[in-house]
């Protein structure tokens, strides 16, 4: 009996990390934000953010600096730059012209055109008529929350089209660490993910008008925010999943990341004051309806087929 109380209640801990994970990860949108109005730009939010977190995490995995062979160092390279600057870069600028919440939706579509890619790339896993029927839904619904921005609340389309383009950014990483995750840990492939992600991103600072002094950087408000995004988003929330899909499985922890988009619009509202309308809220209801029922009928349906 104490065992069965025990084993639930360490379900229920690492049930209450999960929720906690993705919490964070929806109000990270909020805080890119509040440094940008605050004179960061959206490259240096991102460089700050993973420099420190890639230092952080160094001292956790450093056993391995170099990967096996030159040819997965080059993928290593496509990994920064598809899942760090490209990704992260297009999504800060996103923000810049779009609502919080939009930009927290539209990304959350990266796991339902990882499916769609995968499929056009490889026949073999072309996507059934579940994650179609769920995928023209979700995707009903960007229009909406694309309309609803551009019409009814008058905002350039341009942060909900870089929105996308960073989902499908995200897309295309996954496809590229799929054939490293055999091979190296998921520690080792973050951490070269953001070292290479940084390295790539350091050019764009070129471009840039004026580069934020670090007297600005040590004020409160301001450092709160990177330490949260660096240390709790992109380092202490990532092993606290990786952990947490160890022990409740993979399929229990992803039901989780459904919530993101509606805690990065409740906290947009109460936080930042965005308006919340009624063709809005329907657009975020049908992406998360559209993602979960994709996810939902192709799971069901794989379980059927190993039934038989």
Not at 34 to 59: H, K, Q, T, W
Not at 107 to 127: A, D, M, N
Not at 242 to 262: E, L
Request: proline fraction near 3%; hydrophobic fraction near 55%.
């Amino acid at each position: 009996m104490s065992t069965k109380r025990f084993s639930a209640g360490s379900n229920l801990i690492y049930h209450a990390g999960a929720a906690v994970a993705v919490m964070g990860w929806g109000i990270s949108f909020i805080s890119t934000k509040v440094l940008m109005d605050n004179g960061l730009s959206p490259i240096e939010v991102y460089i700050y953010r993973f420099a420190l977190a890639y230092l952080a995490l160094l001292l956790f995995c450093h056993k391995q600096i170099r990967s096996n062979t030159w040819r997965h160092e080059f993928i290593f390279i496509l990994a920064g730059l598809f899942g760090g600057s490209i990704y992260f870069i297009s999504e800060n600028v996103a923000l810049q012209y779009t609502l919080v919440s939009n930009v927290s939706l539209i990304t959350s579509l990266s796991p339902l055109l990882t499916v769609l890619l995968i499929g056009f790339l490889y026949r073999s896993e072309r996507p059934g008529k579940a994650t179609i029927f769920g995928s023209a839904i979700a995707f009903v619904g960007v229009g909406l929350v694309i309309f609803n921005s551009s019409f009814a609340l008058s905002i350039n389309p341009l942060g909900d089209l870089l929105a996308l383009l960073a989902a499908l950014c995200w897309a295309v990483y996954s496809i590229i660490i799929k054939q490293l995750t055999p091979l190296y840990s998921a520690l080792f492939i973050t951490r070269k993910t953001f070292f290479y992600g940084v390295l790539t991103a350091l050019p764009f600072l070129l471009i840039e008008p004026h580069v934020t002094s670090p007297a600005v950087l040590i004020q409160p408000k301001l450092l709160l925010n990177i330490l949260f995004l660096a240390l709790f988003c992109s380092l202490f929330a990532y092993l606290m999943w990786a952990v947490i899909n160890g022990k409740i499985g993979a399929v229990k922890a992803s039901n989780y990341m459904y919530f993101q988009p509606v805690v990065t619009l409740v906290f947009s509202f109460l936080i930042l004051g965005e308006k919340i309308t009624l063709i809005g809220v329907t657009g975020c209801a049908m992406i998360l309806l559209g993602v979960w029922l994709a996810d939902y009928l192709q799971k069901r349906g794989s379980r059927a087929a190993t039934r038989h």
